[in-house]
C-alpha cells in the first residue's frame, strides 16, 4: 500500500496555490489498489490461521477500506478522505443487502429449475405418488383466488382512497386514516382467522371455500391500495380541479374526467404491487383453503390448492419416498417469484404507458 | 353575451376570518376592469367568490349580493356548478389538462359535462374558441397532441381557449400573465381587447402598466394591516385612478409610495 503519487503541500507563508493544486492527487486505481492489498494480506492471514469465505471477506472489506481512508487523508486531505470512506460504506452497505437477495433467488432457480417442466404446469397432483406431477391445481387456484381478492379490493380501496382525499374531512376522515394505519399492521394468520370465523358463524366449522382465502387476503390488500391510491390522488395538481370547476364541472365528474385519468398510471402500479403484495401470502390460506389434489376453480365450492401452500404442504407432508415433492415445492416456489416478478414488470409498464405525456 | 355584475355590500369569509370587507361596485358589460393592490388584499378572493369558486375551500362563505343581470348569483336556489358554466376563469399559472390533447382540452368545456356535440359542430367550436385565443395558427396541425407540451404563453392561450369555448357571459382572470415572458403577456394584452367585445372581463394584476393598458374600470383594493380585511379602497375609470386618484391610499400605492 505503498503506491502514491506525492507532491507536496505548499509551504505556509507563500501566496495561495491555484485552486485545485494545493494538495496532491492519487492516482485513480489508488483505491481498488488498496483493496487489492487487503486482499493479499487476507491471504497471507489465511496460510497462517485458517478462514472461510465470509471472514475472508470481512476482513478484506474493513481493511481494504482502513488502507483507502489512511492513504486519502495523507495525500488528499480530510475532507476528500471522508468522502472515500463514506463511499465505501455506502457500497458495502448495498453489498450487504444484496447478498441474500442473490442467495436467495440463486437457491430457488437452482433447486427450482428441475421440475420447470411442460408436466409441472399441465398437470394436478391427482392420483400422484412420488414421482411426476404438477401444480396446475395450485397455479389456477392462486389466479383465481387472487384475482377474486382484487375484484373485492380495488374497488373498496379506491373508493376510500378518492373519499379521503377529494370528500374526507375531520373526525371520520381522521378515523378511517386512523383504521387503514391499523390494518396495515395486522398480522396475515389473524386476517385469516377472522375469515374464518366469519365463515364459520354462516356454515358451520370446518369450512373451506376458496371466497373465504379472498376475503381474507382482501383484509391484507385493501389497506395496501387506499395508501398508496390516496397519496398517487393527492399528487394531482389542486389547479386541475379548479380548471375543471371553473368550467362549470360538478366535483364527481372532475373526480372521474380528471383525477382519476391524471393519476391513472399511480392507480394502476399501486394495485398491481398491491396484489404482488399478497400473490404469496400463506398463513391466511393455510386455514381458509386448506390444500386439495385435484383441479377446483369454483371458489364457492371447497378446498382450491394455491401455490404457496402447495409449497408448504410439499415440504412438511413429502411422502415417501420425500426428493419429488421436495423438488416440486422448490418449483412452486420458483413459479410464485416469478408471478411477482411479473406483475412488477407489469407495474412499470402501466406507469410508463399512462402517463401523462408532455409530447415535446 | 356580456352581462354586467352589481356587488353590493360583500362580505367573504375564512371560516371566521373576514378577509374581503364590505365591497359594493358595478362591473360593466363589455369592458375590461382591472382590480390591483398588495398582495394579500383579498383582490383574488373577491374575483373567485363572483363565479363562486372561492367556496371550493372548505369553510369559505360570502354574505351581501352578487347580481348579474338581475340574478342574484348567492340567491338559495342558485346551483354554484351553473354560475360557473356562465362565469369563466383563467387562472395565474397556466393548468391544461395533462391527459387530454389541445383539441380534447379546448372541448373540454362540452366533454366533461357530457353535452351532446355533433362531430362537426365541436369542431367548428373548437377552431372558433382557438381562432378566438389567437392560437389557431400555432396549433392547427397539432391538435391531437399533449396540450401540456406548448409553452407556458400557448398553454395559457389554450386555457383561455377552453374558458371562452362554453361561452361564458363573463371572463375573470387571475393574474393570467404573471407566469409569462413580456411576449406572451403582450399576446394575451392584445387577446383581451378582442375578447371585451363579446365578454364582460375582469382582471386581477400585479402589473400596473398592464392595468393602465388595458382595462376601462380599475378598482384599487387595500388592508390597513395583517388580519384586518380588505377592502376596496377606490373603484373608477383607469385613467382618473393612474392621473389623479379620489384617495391618497391609491396614489401612493401607485406611484409606488407604498408601507
Known sequence: ?360 | MAKRIDVSDLNIYYGNFLAVENVTVSIEPRSITALIGPSGCGKSTFLRSLNRMHEVIPGARVEGKVVMDGQDLYAPDVDPVDVRQHIGMVFQRPNPFPTMSIYDNVAAGIRLNNKKMKRADLDTLVERSLRGANLWNEVKDRLDRPGAGLSGGQQQRLCIARAIAIEPDVLLMDEPCSALDPISTLAIEDLMTELKERFTIVIVTHNMQQAARVSEQTGFFNLSGVGQPGRLIEFNSTEKIFSNPDEKATEDYISGRFG
Not at chain 1, 49 to 77: C, D, K, M, Q
Not at chain 1, 181 to 209: E, H, K, N, Q
Not at chain 1, 228 to 251: C, D, F, H, I, T
Open chain 1, 1 to 360: 500500500m505503498s503506491q502514491t503519487s506525492t507532491t507536496p503541500a505548499p509551504a505556509t507563508g507563500q501566496a495561495p496555490a491555484p485552486i485545485g493544486q494545493q494538495r496532491g492527487h492519487l492516482p485513480r486505481w489508488a483505491p481498488w489498489a488498496s483493496f487489492a492489498g487487503a486482499a493479499v494480506l487476507v491471504v497471507l492471514l489465511d496460510l497462517a490461521f485458517g478462514l472461510n469465505i465470509a471472514l475472508y471477506v470481512l476482513y478484506t472489506v474493513v481493511l481494504g477500506t482502513v488502507g483507502v481512508y489512511a492513504l486519502t487523508r495523507l495525500v488528499e486531505g480530510a475532507r476528500k478522505a471522508t468522502d472515500r470512506l463514506v463511499t465505501c460504506l455506502v457500497v458495502s452497505a448495498f453489498g450487504l443487502a444484496m447478498v441474500p437477495l442473490v442467495s436467495l433467488v440463486y437457491e430457488v432457480v437452482a433447486r427450482g429449475i428441475e421440475r420447470l417442466d411442460g408436466e409441472f404446469f399441465g398437470y394436478s397432483l391427482v392420483g400422484v405418488v412420488g414421482e411426476g406431477g404438477g401444480a396446475y391445481h395450485a397455479i389456477m387456484g392462486t389466479l383465481v383466488v387472487t384475482a377474486l381478492t382484487a375484484l373485492i379490493s380495488v374497488p373498496i380501496g379506491l373508493l376510500t382512497a378518492i373519499y379521503l382525499v377529494e370528500y374526507g374531512r375531520g373526525r371520520l376522515k381522521q378515523a378511517i386514516t386512523f383504521l387503514v394505519d391499523v390494518m396495515t399492521g395486522i398480522p396475515s394468520i389473524v386476517a385469516g382467522l377472522f375469515a374464518y370465523a366469519l365463515f364459520a358463524l354462516f356454515f358451520g366449522p370446518g369450512v373451506r371455500l376458496g371466497i373465504m382465502g379472498a376475503v381474507a387476503l382482501s383484509v391484507l390488500m385493501i389497506p395496501v391500495v387506499v395508501r398508496s391510491a390516496e397519496e398517487v390522488l393527492k399528487l394531482v395538481p389542486n389547479e386541475l380541479r379548479e380548471a375543471s370547476y371553473a368550467l362549470g364541472v360538478p366535483k364527481w365528474r372532475t373526480i372521474v374526467k380528471v383525477v382519476v385519468p391524471t393519476a391513472i398510471a399511480g392507480l394502476g402500479t399501486g394495485v398491481t404491487l398491491a396484489v404482488a403484495r399478497v400473490i404469496g401470502e400463506t398463513a391466511p390460506l393455510l386455514v381458509t383453503l386448506g390444500i386439495v389434489n385435484g383441479t377446483n376453480f369454483d371458489p364457492f365450492d371447497g378446498r382450491m390448492a394455491t401455490l404457496p401452500v402447495y409449497a408448504y404442504y410439499q415440504l412438511t407432508q413429502p411422502g415417501v419416498p420425500p426428493q419429488f415433492a421436495i423438488d416440486r415445492a422448490w418449483t412452486a416456489a420458483l413459479v410464485l417469484i416469478m408471478l411477482v416478478m411479473g406483475l412488477n414488470v407489469v407495474a412499470r409498464l402501466i406507469s410508463r404507458f399512462f402517463a401523462p405525456k408532455t409530447g415535446r
